[in-house]
T-cell receptor, first 117, second 114 residues
């Protein structure tokens, strides 16, 4: 079974440009999370999807960030326009609810390293 | 609210020595606790987790951690370090509050000297 897959693995863009990150969760996982680690700081929660609905987007830093999850499958995270402080590693994770019992483990992708220059 | 504190951003041990990475948490509800490892140029990998039951949890690669509720701690240990253990380790907590989102500590980078 494939794990959580993120594309691209690396992205270097100029300040002001747009970048779209993609996450393919494990098949059948309703919960999808985005996290970010800015250089030298802790991994921080960005948002949580349950299927196609945003359950919690309290961690989104500002309105330059837009996350979508079309059809409850893969998710995209768009940064527009990108700023220097957006540089970091963006992680995606997914987990599965089993019969109403929330799964306790989230599976993480490899991350996308974003560099804004 | 939940939070995690990892003591020491860098830990250095000699090969064969005990590894001890410290983690304290704060949670208003029974927590689920995790240790993740990130090897260079790789993603996050789950080492071990505590949900309920036995407080001493064994994970992969010889690591284990003990949940101590009275001390709100979940320290990670390994009796004998190996060069391949050099990586960054993250303690994390999740729970019924916040939709089971994972709250991470700042990470501890482990160096293993030959």
């Amino acid at each position: 079974e494939a794990g959580v897959t993120q594309f691209p693995s690396h992205s270097v863009i100029e300040k002001g440009q747009t970048v779209t990150l993609r996450c393919d969760p494990i098949s059948g996982h309703d919960n999808l999370y985005w996290y970010r680690r800015v250089m030298g700081k802790e991994i921080k929660f960005l948002l949580h999807f349950v299927k196609e609905s945003k359950q919690d987007e309290s961690g989104m830093p500002n309105n330059r960030f837009l996350a979508e999850r079309t059809g409850g499958t893969y998710s995209t995270l768009k940064v527009q326009p990108a700023e220097l402080e957006d540089s970091g590693v963006y992680f995606c994770a997914s987990s599965q609810d089993r019969g109403g019992i929330v799964n306790t483990e989230a599976f993480f992708g490899q991350g996308t390293r974003l560099t804004v220059v | 609210a939940q939070s995690v504190t990892q003591l020491g951003s860098h830990v250095s041990v000699s090969e064969g020595a005990l590894v001890l990475l410290r983690c304290n948490y704060s949670s208003s509800v029974p927590p689920y606790l995790f240790w993740y490892v990130q090897y260079p140029n790789q993603g996050l990998q789950l080492l071990l987790k505590y949900t309920t039951g036995a407080t001493l949890v064994k994970g992969i690669n010889g690591f284990e951690a003990e949940f101590k509720k009275s001390e709100t701690s979940f320290h990670l240990t390994k009796p004998s370090a190996h060069m391949s253990d050099a990586a960054e380790y993250f303690c994390a907590v999740s729970g019924f509050t916040g939709g089971f989102k994972t709250i991470f500590g700042a990470g501890t980078r482990l160096f293993v000297k030959a």
